[in-house]
Protein backbone atom coordinates (compact mmCIF):
# COMPACT_ATOMS: atom_id res chain seq x y z
CA UNK A 1 0.00 0.00 0.00
CA UNK A 2 1.53 3.15 -0.91
CA UNK A 3 1.30 5.79 2.20
CA UNK A 4 -1.38 7.84 0.65
CA UNK A 5 -3.52 4.88 0.51
CA UNK A 6 -2.97 4.10 4.18
CA UNK A 7 -4.10 6.97 5.89
CA UNK A 8 -7.28 6.84 3.46
CA UNK A 9 -7.80 3.20 4.80
CA UNK A 10 -7.17 4.73 8.60
CA UNK A 11 -9.66 7.32 8.18
CA UNK A 12 -12.16 4.93 7.10
CA UNK A 13 -11.76 2.74 9.41
CA UNK A 14 -12.24 5.60 12.53
CA UNK A 15 -15.38 6.81 10.90
CA UNK A 16 -16.59 3.00 10.84
CA UNK A 17 -15.47 2.73 14.12
CA UNK A 18 -17.40 6.36 15.54
CA UNK A 19 -20.21 5.12 13.91
CA UNK A 20 -20.56 1.87 15.76
CA UNK A 21 -19.79 3.55 19.02
CA UNK A 22 -22.58 6.24 18.27
CA UNK A 23 -25.12 3.44 17.73
CA UNK A 24 -24.28 2.00 21.05
CA UNK A 25 -24.56 5.15 22.81
CA UNK A 26 -27.42 5.73 21.25
CA UNK A 27 -29.36 2.42 22.29
CA UNK A 28 -27.40 2.22 25.66
CA UNK A 29 -28.36 5.95 26.76
CA UNK A 30 -30.60 8.20 24.84
CA UNK A 31 -33.17 5.51 23.47
CA UNK A 32 -34.53 4.64 26.78
CA UNK A 33 -34.79 7.92 27.44
CA UNK A 34 -37.36 8.45 23.73
CA UNK A 35 -39.12 5.86 24.69
CA UNK A 36 -40.12 7.18 28.59
CA UNK A 37 -39.71 11.36 28.26
CA UNK A 38 -38.61 12.17 31.57
CA UNK A 39 -41.37 14.83 33.70
CA UNK A 40 -38.51 17.53 33.63
CA UNK A 41 -35.41 17.81 31.35
CA UNK A 42 -32.43 15.77 31.72
CA UNK A 43 -28.81 17.12 32.03
CA UNK A 44 -26.99 17.65 28.93
CA UNK A 45 -23.97 15.41 28.14
CA UNK A 46 -21.30 17.65 27.45
CA UNK A 47 -19.65 15.13 25.26
CA UNK A 48 -22.64 15.38 22.86
CA UNK A 49 -22.25 17.75 19.62
CA UNK A 50 -25.72 17.75 19.57
CA UNK A 51 -27.95 18.67 17.08
CA UNK A 52 -30.20 21.44 14.95
CA UNK A 53 -33.43 21.45 14.06
CA UNK A 54 -36.20 23.73 12.52
CA UNK A 55 -38.87 21.36 14.03
CA UNK A 56 -40.60 22.64 17.85
CA UNK A 57 -41.67 19.39 18.86
CA UNK A 58 -37.96 17.35 18.01
CA UNK A 59 -36.38 20.36 19.89
CA UNK A 60 -39.00 19.58 23.31
CA UNK A 61 -38.37 15.55 22.78
CA UNK A 62 -34.41 15.72 22.21
CA UNK A 63 -34.18 18.93 25.06
CA UNK A 64 -36.21 16.36 27.44
CA UNK A 65 -33.84 13.90 26.52
CA UNK A 66 -30.86 15.62 27.30
CA UNK A 67 -29.62 16.52 24.00
CA UNK A 68 -28.19 19.78 23.61
CA UNK A 69 -30.16 21.12 20.58
CA UNK A 70 -30.40 24.53 18.92
CA UNK A 71 -33.29 25.46 17.52
CA UNK A 72 -33.16 27.21 14.05
CA UNK A 73 -36.73 29.16 13.48
CA UNK A 74 -37.64 32.77 13.07
CA UNK A 75 -37.90 34.47 16.22
CA UNK A 76 -41.62 35.13 15.34
CA UNK A 77 -42.59 31.48 15.01
CA UNK A 78 -40.77 30.13 18.52
CA UNK A 79 -43.76 29.76 21.01
CA UNK A 80 -43.98 31.98 24.13
CA UNK A 81 -43.30 29.12 26.38
CA UNK A 82 -40.04 27.81 25.09
CA UNK A 83 -37.18 28.45 27.57
CA UNK A 84 -34.54 30.14 25.45
CA UNK A 85 -31.27 29.67 27.08
CA UNK A 86 -29.43 31.99 24.41
CA UNK A 87 -30.50 33.41 21.17
CA UNK A 88 -28.14 33.26 18.58
CA UNK A 89 -28.14 35.39 14.83
CA UNK A 90 -26.33 33.42 12.63
CA UNK A 91 -23.69 35.16 11.01
CA UNK A 92 -21.93 34.51 7.61
CA UNK A 93 -18.18 34.39 7.07
CA UNK A 94 -16.91 36.85 4.80
CA UNK A 95 -13.26 36.32 4.87
CA UNK A 96 -12.98 32.58 3.60
CA UNK A 97 -11.10 31.81 0.37
CA UNK A 98 -13.19 30.46 -2.23
CA UNK A 99 -10.52 30.67 -4.96
CA UNK A 100 -8.69 27.71 -6.51
CA UNK A 101 -4.55 27.41 -5.91
CA UNK A 102 -2.68 28.55 -8.31
CA UNK A 103 0.86 28.85 -9.19
CA UNK A 104 1.93 30.84 -12.10
CA UNK A 105 -1.39 31.49 -13.55
CA UNK A 106 -1.49 27.46 -13.25
CA UNK A 107 -4.58 25.68 -11.30
CA UNK A 108 -2.83 23.01 -9.17
CA UNK A 109 -5.77 21.11 -6.49
CA UNK A 110 -4.29 19.79 -3.78
CA UNK A 111 -4.45 15.88 -3.96
CA UNK A 112 -7.50 14.60 -2.92
CA UNK A 113 -7.33 11.71 0.51
Same mark, same amino acid.
Given at each position: ?27 ? *??? /???? &?? +???? %? ?6 ? $? ?32 ? *??? /???? &?? +???? %? ?6 ? $? ?8
Amino acid at each position: LVFRDLVVFIAQLQCTLLDIYTVLQFVK *ILY /PLLN &TL +PSRP %VLANPNWM $GCFTNNTQVCKVLYFAGVPVWLVHREEFIPPTMN *IIQ /PVHL &TY +PDHI %VKTVYMEN $GVVKPFPAI
